[in-house]
Every structure is written in structure tokens, then in C-alpha cells.
């Protein structure tokens, strides 16, 4: 039976996606490039916010009509669409043909052999689902760096945020583990390997003797992975003592922060544990610490009670602390979470106004920022192909994080992909850059 797999969301489902795939590789199944082919097609679906979930819906809804049209016999969704909502995708869509939730994806393997004429055949266990550096991976995608996941769940309680929900308690994955693993996509020719997590400063809190993310980073520094990244770094986590370690550490010069909101009444009613000021005061010591440092963060407009007078305070913190990345996502009232039931619920029409109004305030900021780039020399990592016909080539700066960040253009055909070469930066566009060797 070839099987076919489609990944929605973030990089930790990309991670889990791989895990399937290496699975069902191992266990004799072979892989259909397109759906069109598959005779089992399965989806892993993202649940965090509205959009995301009518993005699961809607690729579930679509892949299912190749039941009529094409070679699929079972549709099989999981991830964690699956892991909150099981039984309502059972009940509302008889399309589907089986369920696997975040916390089991090492049943992938049974589900598929049994998913063909057998409706219905549902597992969802509680999550506590972490995978080793043994677990069977699939790498799917042809470029230089792998995403990691040191822990899973999350403990912090923000009143937004329906993810330990579905993704349970943090739970750290043993650090030699880590260790092995990184090592070994270092073997296999990766360049960069990207940390993530629900919160990656939380790593180890939960593994007596383990280590925390200081040990964790200051060990991974000893393998032989040129390029390593950490991503979602909680702020409240943060203390002297983190931020000298982490200047020792051998990881690239990029900080990924969310601070989600720069007004202390918005940040007390969302349970962030810090205040504005603290978290200038965090951005000021990283920055201090590790020369040429890329700041990223996220922040999240809209949220119930976010008056006007706290939107400008906002927009005051940004101004302030000058991040060099910024994402702005509108406030999705999530089910299960204290939220919805604030007084002064901000209309959508005006949590997306203020996103437009933070978003052209960022590329103000980041695009001056960018600018003073132009005639410096870096190491760029070839990513692989430029899908822009102009230049043969897509790298990146240790300033630019994949998919998120922008990226180095190169037209220079003797370049070799899944490489790092030195590139003088000739143009700055925005948040794009084209380079050339020297």
C-alpha cells in the first residue's frame, strides 16, 4: 500500500511527520510522491488557532474526494486537529477513515495496515508521546537543516493558549538523547539544527540531574553540527545566569523571544509572568552579551481589554526595543481557555487594523536595520534552488531562521547547496538580500 503524507502547521508537526514517515519507511511501506498516487493518505493537521484549524478542515475535505478520483482507499487524520477534536471528526466526517492523536504516533505503523476497510479505528491516548534518537526519521525536505524537538507540552497557562491542552505537560527528552540525535543528523550532512519546543527555556526543569538548556546548548556545542538554532524562548524564563551561559555556548547569534504584548496590564491579564520593562531589560543584556545578535519575536494584538492607550504602549515597546523580526498574529478566542470570558473583547476589524498598523511599524524598523547590511561580508548556508528565475540560488544569513525569516539571493551557478560560503551583501530589499562571492 503507498502511502502519502501531508503536513499543515509548525515545525514541531514537521518534526512528527518525519517520525511517521521514517516509521512506515522501515516497516515496508512505500511513499507516494503525490496524493494523486497513495492508497493511503494521511494528513497531519495543526489545531492552535481558527485559521489553522479550516486549513486542517478544508485539506481533510479535499484529499477525501480522491476516494472517487483517484487510488485512495483510506484517509487517515492526525496530529493535533485529531488530538482535541477526535470524536467530532468521527462523527461530523465520515470521510475519514481512522485517527491517530499527537500522543501515539508510534501506532502509525498499525493504523495504516489496518485503516483500509476498517472505518472508524480511533486512538487518542493523553499526551506523553516523546520520540528518542532511535525513532525510525524520514528527512522529507532537500535542504542543509533539521528541526529538533527537545521537549513537549508546555506548563506556563497563558489564557490564550489551548496548547497544553492537546499537547499535555512539559516533558524533556533526556539531554545525551538530544545529543545522539543531533550528532547524528550531523553524520547524515545537516548544517543547521533547529531547536524547538512549546518552550525550550523550560528544557530539562523536569529531569532531576538532566541538565537545563544552558548544559543542553553547551553540550550540543561539542558535535559536530556547525549551526545550531534555539527557537521559542519564553522571557519569563530568563535570568543572568541563562544569558553568560548562553554567550559561551556555540549557537548562532539569533535570539527567536516571543514577547506578545509590551503593556503590563495586557501581559498580567494574558499571564505572561513579565513585564515590559523586564523584557527590554532581556533584550538589552542578550544584546550586550553576544555581538551582531538577530532579535526575533512575536507579538499577539487584539486581546480582550487591549485599549487603545495599551495598543500605543505596544507600539511604544517596539519602538523602543527595535526587534530586527517581528511576527503579529490577531487574538483567536480559543476554546478551553479563560479568554473568551474577559470583559472588553476586542472587535476583529480592530485587532486587524492594529496588526496592519505594528507590521508597517516593523518593516520601518527592520527594513533600516537590514539596510546597514549592504557591503558587509557573512557566512551564508546555500539552502538549495531560488524559486525566483532571476538568481540560481536560496542561502541564508545565521540571521535568518528558514521559512520565517527572509533569505540571501544568489545568482553565482558555482555555488554548491547544502554548503556554507562567504557572500558580501550587494542588495537589501525589504526584508530580502542578494550576496555574491567576494
Known sequence: MKVHLTTLGCPKNQVDSELMLGMLTEAGFPLATAPEDAECVIVNTCAFIDRAREESINTILEL?????????????????????????????????DGILGTSNLSRIVDLVRQAAGRHDWATSAPPGYLYDATTPRLLTSHVPYAYVKIAEGCDMGCTFCAIPQFRGRHRSRPLADVVKEVEGLAARGVQEAILVSQDTLAYGRDLPGNGDIGDLLLALGETRMPWIRPMYLHPAHVNEALIERWARARVVPY???????GD???????????????MKSIVRDFREAIPGLTVRTTVLVGFPGESDAAFENLLEFLDDVRFDRLGVFTYSAEEGTPSPAYADQVAPEIAAERASIVQAQQDRLAWE????LAGTVVDVLIDGPSEDPAFAWEGRTAGQAPEIDGVVYLRDRGLTPGRFSRIRIVEVEGYELVGERP
Open 255 to 261: 535570539l527567536d523571544i516571543p514577547v506578545q504584548h
Open 369 to 372: 536595520r537590514n539596510a546597514a
Open 264 to 278: 503590563d496590564g495586557v501581559l498580567r491579564a494574558m499571564r505572561r509572568a513579565v513585564t515590559a520593562k523586564r
Open 64 to 96: 477525501a474526494k480522491l476516494k472517487e478520483s483517484g487510488s485512495c482507499r483510506a484517509l487517515i487524520v492526525t496530529g493535533c486537529l485529531t488530538q482535541r477534536y477526535g470524536g467530532d471528526i468521527l462523527r461530523e466526517m465520515p470521510e475519514v
